[in-house]
């Protein structure tokens, strides 16, 4: 009974992968995406990037919860963050997340850089992925700094007030800067508008293609290696898979079909053989 | 590609840009074109009331906290009149303001090495006698010696408070230092607390001010902005 819902279950669904795969070509995509041979040595370092990508995508996923309840106008933007931190269900546990997710992005994204950095990971051909991760480094440090101002208390405040006349001291552009970002030449309602708009629709809207264009370079050149190591690496692996199936087969059913086994065995014994 | 094909295209091609890009730039840098090219303010140009000049005593400085009303998106219009009281709702700039006796300077400090050296600060005698009323040369007197100082650190803006023990404004923020006078001590910032150069004392014994600083442009080639 149960061997037959688990055979029926697994033909259904191995029919909608089927039919997935043929229309939209999403299982080879995930394949390629997903499936790569990462030495064993520092394995736990190559998982900053990944870090990164998760703690980014929960800012977007809090961030967009918050926006339920949150008023970017001076005489509501407080009370409306006292609300989600006190009153809104799992408010304090949404805007914990978006707050601490944010520093500890700030913290993976230091180390990631540097484990590029340390292990030359930006040289050829890779460079133009290393110019994209200091854009989007530039855009979350963007990010980081309008948020602050946000929960419009007195941390935020003067931390953007001081932000603000930093970039105040720049050259030839300083009063443009600090026009800018006040929305004239006092802190008011226009400056907490501008510090939504751009936390909240422009540097997210501008982070977003970015981060798709720093994955597809990553896949283009992959993270050891170049496009044609990868691949080849990568055949390697579903050929190893392939035979621990097949051997696995084998051991458990002993009597069934020997003759594919067999040849599959001497073609392994070949191949290891021909490759060493 | 003909000569009048190149031209037409040229002049769509600008009338078209220009279509798309003024209007979208000009809204969002809407601020800056007013502010720094046709050089208006949010803040209200008009005179607002701080406080009666008989209650700053001899040896401290005390701060009383001006609204500035404030035309930003929805900021209070300009009240000009200050009897006028501000919406509780509304948003004004909250300023505070810090009133002292000058100090006479003995000896002239450098920026970025020494303060002023400088003696006790000096209350005019007439303080003791009224403390409204004045006359034109008492008002003159009174202004020659009073200290009118924005809380606005010069460094970066954070604000500045009187610390007794130390006889010195503090800045919470980078520990930028000043004396009675505002005059720079110690700490990053590149001069002096700001000054609100248009004050007057009235009849009635109460100061009055303008929102206007004495900002010196190209000092140590930066640009200071009271934000």
């Known amino acids: ?276 | 590609m003909t000569r009048s094909d190149f031209l037409g295209f040229g002049v769509m091609g600008a009338i078209v840009g220009a279509i798309l890009t003024i209007p979208p730039v000009a809204f969002v840098l809407g601020p800056i074109i007013k502010t720094d090219v046709l050089g208006d303010s949010n803040v209200g140009s008009g005179w607002q009331e701080v406080g009666p000049v008989s209650e700053v005593p001899v040896e401290e400085p005390v701060d009383f906290v001006v609204n500035f009303p404030l035309q930003q998106v929805y900021g209070t219009k300009a009240i000009e009149n200050p009897n006028v009281q501000n919406s509780e709702s509304k948003f004004t700039l909250r300023n505070a303001i810090w009133l002292s006796w000058k100090a006479p300077i003995k000896e002239q400090g450098r920026q970025g090495s020494n303060g002023d050296v400088i003696g006790k600060p000096q209350r005019p005698a007439i303080l003791d006698e009224k403390s409204e009323g004045f006359t034109e040369s008492e008002r003159e007197e009174i202004m020659s010696k009073l200290n009118v100082l924005s809380n606005s650190c010069a460094h970066l803006g954070c604000p500045v408070r009187w610390f007794p023990e130390k006889q010195l404004y503090l800045c919470p923020c980078h520990g930028g230092l000043y004396d009675i006078n505002g005059g720079w001590v110690g700490g990053p910032p590149p001069r002096g607390m700001y000054r609100y150069t248009e004050a007057e004392v009235r009849e009635n014994g109460k100061l009055y001010v303008k929102h206007k600083f004495n900002i010196e442009k190209g000092l140590d080639k930066q640009e200071p902005y009271v934000v």
Request: hydrophobic share 45%; proline share 3%; no cysteine.
């Open chain 1, 1 to 276: 009974m149960i061997g037959r819902i688990r055979t029926q279950t697994s033909e259904a669904s191995q029919f909608l992968v089927d039919w997935m795969e043929d229309r939209t070509g999403i299982v080879t995509i995930l394949e390629h995406v997903l499936y790569e041979p990462v030495p064993k040595r520092g394995a736990w370092l190559y998982t900053l990037g990944s870090a990164v990508l998760f703690t980014i995508t929960l800012q977007f996923l809090t961030g967009i919860l918050l926006l339920f309840y949150y008023v970017p106008t001076t005489d509501h933007a407080w009370d409306s963050v006292n609300y989600i931190m006190n009153d809104a269900y799992f408010g304090q546990v949404i805007r914990g997340i978006h707050y601490w997710s944010a520093n500890f992005l700030m913290a993976f994204i230091g180390l990631h850089m540097g484990q590029v950095f340390f292990s030359g990971g930006y040289k050829s051909p890779r460079e133009l992925n290393w110019v994209v991760g200091v854009i989007l480094l530039l855009l979350v440090i963007g990010l980081a700094f309008t948020g602050y101002l946000l929960r419009w208390d007195q941390d935020g405040f003067w931390a953007s007030v001081v932000g603000m006349k930093i970039g105040s001291y720049s050259p030839f552009v300083g009063g443009y800067v600090v026009h800018f970002l006040l929305g004239g030449d006092a802190v008011g309602p226009a400056t907490l508008s501008r510090f939504f708009a751009i936390h909240v629709w422009l540097l997210p809207a501008a982070i977003a293609p970015l981060i798709g264009a720093h994955l597809y370079l990553l896949r283009r050149h992959g993270a050891f290696g170049s496009e044609f190591e990868y691949t080849d690496r990568l055949a390697k692996l579903h050929e190893r898979q392939r035979m621990e199936e097949y051997a696995r087969y084998e051991t458990g059913e002993d009597e069934g079909e020997p003759y594919v086994g067999r040849r599959d065995r001497a073609d392994r014994d070949g191949h290891e053989g021909s490759g060493e």
